[in-house]
């Protein structure tokens, strides 16, 4: 078989069981296909010897009729998963060189059911960013390019490594994580498919926190049965994180019936942004007559508290990101600062975290610092918090009327250049997120899937937004999505 | 409640005191000017009614989990201290704390 990268995780275990390829061939390519695309930037550590080791040991599994789902399934990890003995820095350098003692319960469950970490892959600082340009790594970019065009553009973030890979067939899917957006506009900006899962699907446990009320961590796929197959490996209950769900995890991919006669699915008119791009509409409407054609009832509906989701988030996330980020501190891993005659600890402190973090980083700590503050505590950060219980209620009522499933943009745009924003105010960047936002907020799981191509030949995405828990369900209609807007192009290979 | 949105530069010191990062003086002014503009966007949500309405604390409805209270962990010095910049002797190793 040839070009075994690009293949993806359902065609690659169907391979493996009839025996036509073997996981040490499908891991070769992809780390072949690696090396040669250091231009995109998107594996930041390699690991090709626990690569070949993990790919050989599935093989003799796969003889030995013992293989799990995914037995000898070459995939990249996201730097914000804690890998035993691997580097893992969330594209931070205060974390440079830390090597965790430990192994994320993500991650690990990913090795239990037999897949092979490739490598780690590039990310904004800390989840940080909708560009992968707050990276310490430097920008990871997108395997896309406008047609007759060449400028860089970005893949998206903070998943960004994650989506630039898939899309670009240097694995066959990754693991990306989510707390505003970050795996679902990255899917959409790289024609892939990643789906935020409910909160506390999967175990945060081992992975870098950001804001720990709204991270999620879910797979960044070529398909629709790909995520039903990785979330499966990635979900259910763990000890380690109190908020982690105890329930049983559906078998995801026997739900994949493609037959969403009856559905409910609503359209939520304050989506309906002004100033949103013709293009996006008509995506939209595209998307909205396809799920039709199918079957579905279409419904028209409300969650009135819709623009209030991003200004929320960004008092949530920061006050959850300035509490979480205390721990780097010079002490106890990563960088310490270079220390003056005389300097204490404080002095440590600061000139540790001053030269750790990036920027936006930075930033975000300190506004997170500022509405946690005494005497703006309740002004900003309880008001938030109960906007956010208005957010998620208009979700609830919704649900609470039959609607299975809500149809909306993934992204207000197409990718843009890496740069381009550069001199926009944080504000600017931050709309980025504002389709996707209100998920987190809610709990809710959500799905980007490529719906079809820009002017300019750049993929543009679609997102579904479930019940808590109907991740199936969400899937299942997801499939049905894709099935009607077979979206098949693929970047041409420039790198 | 209504809050006074502006920061001045003070005020920009003083929180990246509080979160325990060095802002060299001459920076002040444009982290002043940042934080003003994500203030200005956050303050949309004055308009909101939030009259009797809890603030969230937990997004998903269950109880947490709690644990047996047993030692179940414990005995990995050399593990806990394996990425510290400075370990000495079985302890992190920090500037002098006490005068």
Same mark, same amino acid.
């Given at each position: 078989?040839?070009?075994?990268?690009?293949?993806?995780?359902?065609?690659?275990?169907?391979?493996?069981?009839?025996?036509?390829?073997?996981?040490?061939?499908? +891991?070769?390519?992809?780390?072949?296909?690696?090396?040669?695309?250091?231009?995109?930037?998107?594996?930041?550590?390699?690991?090709?010897?626990?690569?070949?080791?993990?790919?050989?040991?599935?093989?003799?599994?796969?003889?030995?009729?013992?293989?799990?789902?995914?037995?000898?399934?070459?995939?990249?990890?996201?730097?914000?998963?804690?890998?035993?003995?691997?580097?893992?820095?969330?594209?931070?350098?205060?974390?440079?060189?830390?090597?965790?003692?430990?192994?994320? +319960?993500?991650?690990?469950?990913?090795?239990?059911?037999?897949?092979?970490?490739?490598?780690?892959?590039?990310?904004?600082?800390?989840?940080?960013?909708?560009?992968?340009?707050?990276?310490?790594?430097?920008?990871?970019?997108?395997?896309?390019?406008?047609?007759?065009?060449?400028?860089?553009?970005?893949?998206?973030?903070?998943?960004?490594?994650?989506?630039?890979?898939?899309?670009?067939?240097?694995?066959?899917?990754?693991?990306?994580?989510?707390?505003?957006?970050?795996?679902?506009?990255?899917?959409?900006?790289?024609?892939?498919?990643?789906?935020?899962?409910?909160?506390?699907?999967?175990?945060?446990?081992?992975?870098?926190?950001?804001?720990?009320?709204?991270?999620?961590?879910?797979?960044?796929?070529?398909?629709?049965?790909?995520?039903?197959?990785?979330?499966?490996?990635?979900?259910?209950?763990?000890?380690?994180?109190? +908020?982690?769900?105890?329930?049983?995890?559906?078998?995801?991919?026997?739900?994949?019936?493609?037959?969403?006669?009856?559905?409910?699915?609503?359209?939520?008119?304050?989506?309906?942004?002004?100033?949103?791009?013709?293009?996006?509409?008509?995506?939209?409407?595209?998307?909205?007559?396809?799920?039709?054609?199918?079957?579905?009832?279409?419904?028209?509906?409300?969650?009135?508290?819709?623009?209030?989701?991003?200004?929320?988030?960004?008092?949530?996330?920061?006050?959850?990101?300035?509490?979480?980020?205390?721990?780097?501190?010079?002490?106890?891993?990563?960088?310490?600062?270079?220390?003056?005659?005389?300097?204490?600890?404080?002095?440590?402190?600061?000139?540790?975290?001053?030269?750790?973090?990036?920027?936006?980083?930075?930033?975000?700590?300190?506004?997170?610092?500022?509405?946690?503050?005494?005497?703006?505590?309740?002004?900003?950060?309880?008001?938030?918090?109960?906007?956010?219980?208005?957010?998620?209620?208009?979700?609830?009522?919704?649900?609470?009327?039959?609607?299975?499933?809500?149809?909306?943009?993934?992204?207000?745009?197409?990718?843009?250049?890496?740069?381009?924003?550069?001199?926009?105010?944080?504000?600017?960047?931050?709309?980025?997120?504002?389709?996707?936002?209100?998920?987190?907020?809610?709990?809710?799981?959500?799905?980007?899937?490529?719906?079809?191509?820009?002017?300019?030949?750049?993929?543009?995405?679609?997102?579904?937004?479930?019940?808590?828990?109907?991740?199936?369900?969400?899937?299942?209609?997801?499939?049905?999505?894709?099935?009607?807007?077979?979206?098949?192009?693929?970047?041409?290979?420039?790198? | 409640?209504?809050?006074?949105?502006?920061?001045?530069?003070?005020?920009?010191?003083?929180?990246?005191?509080?979160?325990?990062?060095?802002?060299?003086?001459?920076?002040?002014?444009?982290?002043?000017?940042?934080?003003?503009?994500?203030?200005?966007?956050?303050?949309?949500?004055?308009?909101?009614?939030?009259?009797?309405?809890?603030?969230?604390?937990?997004?998903?409805?269950?109880?947490?989990?709690?644990?047996?209270?047993?030692?179940?962990?414990?005995?990995?010095?050399?593990?806990?201290?394996?990425?510290?910049?400075?370990?000495?002797?079985?302890?992190?190793?920090?500037?002098?704390?006490?005068?």
């Amino acid at each position: 078989m040839s070009d075994l990268n690009k293949l993806g995780l359902a065609e690659a275990r169907d391979a493996l069981r009839k025996g036509d390829t073997t996981s040490v061939e499908l +891991t070769e390519a992809c780390l072949k296909a690696i090396d040669g695309a250091d231009a995109l930037n998107a594996f930041v550590h390699k690991t090709p010897e626990i690569a070949l080791e993990r790919a050989k040991a599935a093989d003799e599994r796969i003889k030995a009729g013992d293989a799990p789902s995914m037995c000898g399934l070459p995939v990249g990890i996201k730097d914000l998963f804690c890998t035993k003995g691997v580097d893992s820095q969330a594209a931070s350098n205060i974390l440079k060189g830390f090597k965790p003692e430990y192994e994320s +319960t993500v991650s690990q469950k990913l090795l239990d059911a037999g897949s092979v970490m490739l490598g780690k892959l590039n990310m904004d600082e800390f989840a940080m960013g909708s560009s992968n340009e707050t990276s310490a790594y430097g920008d990871a970019v997108s395997p896309w390019r406008r047609e007759g065009e060449d400028t860089q553009l970005t893949p998206g973030g903070s998943s960004g490594g994650s989506a630039s890979a898939v899309a670009a067939d240097l694995c066959l899917a990754a693991t990306g994580t989510d707390t505003g957006g970050s795996i679902r506009q990255p899917a959409a900006f790289t024609g892939t498919v990643g789906i935020k899962p409910t909160y506390g699907r999967c175990s945060r446990w081992g992975i870098v926190a950001f804001a720990s009320s709204l991270d999620q961590a879910g797979p960044m796929t070529k398909s629709v049965r790909d995520a039903a197959i990785m979330l499966e490996a990635m979900a259910g209950h763990d000890p380690k994180d109190s +908020t982690s769900a105890d329930l049983a995890v559906p078998d995801f991919e026997a739900m994949l019936t493609g037959d969403i006669k009856g559905k409910k699915i609503g359209i939520p008119k304050e989506y309906r942004m002004e100033g949103m791009p013709a293009e996006i509409e008509k995506l939209w409407a595209d998307g909205t007559a396809m799920l039709k054609d199918a079957g579905a009832e279409i419904v028209d509906i409300s969650l009135p508290h819709t623009k209030y989701a991003l200004p929320a988030y960004y008092v949530i996330a920061p006050a959850e990101a300035s509490s979480n980020l205390a721990r780097y501190d010079g002490v106890r891993y990563g960088h310490r600062a270079t220390l003056a005659q005389g300097d204490g600890i404080t002095e440590m402190y600061e000139k540790t975290r001053a030269e750790g973090f990036g920027h936006e980083v930075q930033r975000r700590v300190m506004v997170g610092t500022y509405v946690l503050s005494a005497g703006f505590y309740d002004a900003y950060y309880n008001r938030a918090r109960r906007v956010r219980t208005l957010i998620k209620k208009d979700f609830e009522d919704v649900f609470a009327t039959g609607v299975d499933a809500i149809l909306t943009p993934a992204t207000p745009s197409a990718a843009f250049g890496l740069g381009e924003m550069t001199d926009a105010d944080p504000v600017q960047m931050y709309l980025n997120d504002v389709f996707t936002v209100t998920v987190n907020l809610a709990g809710l799981p959500g799905i980007s899937v490529p719906a079809g191509l820009d002017a300019q030949g750049l993929p543009l995405g679609l997102q579904l937004i479930g019940r808590p828990w109907e991740e199936g369900d969400l899937l299942n209609t997801a499939y049905a999505l894709e099935q009607a807007a077979g979206f098949v192009a693929k970047p041409g290979k420039w790198w | 409640m209504r809050v006074s949105m502006s920061i001045d530069q003070s005020t920009a010191a003083k929180v990246a005191k509080l979160a325990r990062i060095k802002v060299e003086e001459d920076a002040l002014p444009a982290l002043a000017d940042e934080f003003n503009t994500i203030l200005g966007f956050i303050e949309q949500l004055n308009e909101v009614d939030v009259d009797g309405v809890e603030p969230m604390t937990s997004v998903t409805p269950q109880r947490l989990k709690r644990r047996e209270d047993v030692v179940n962990d414990g005995n990995q010095q050399d593990k806990v201290l394996a990425n510290a910049p400075d370990a000495r002797e079985g302890f992190f190793a920090v500037p002098k704390v006490v005068e």
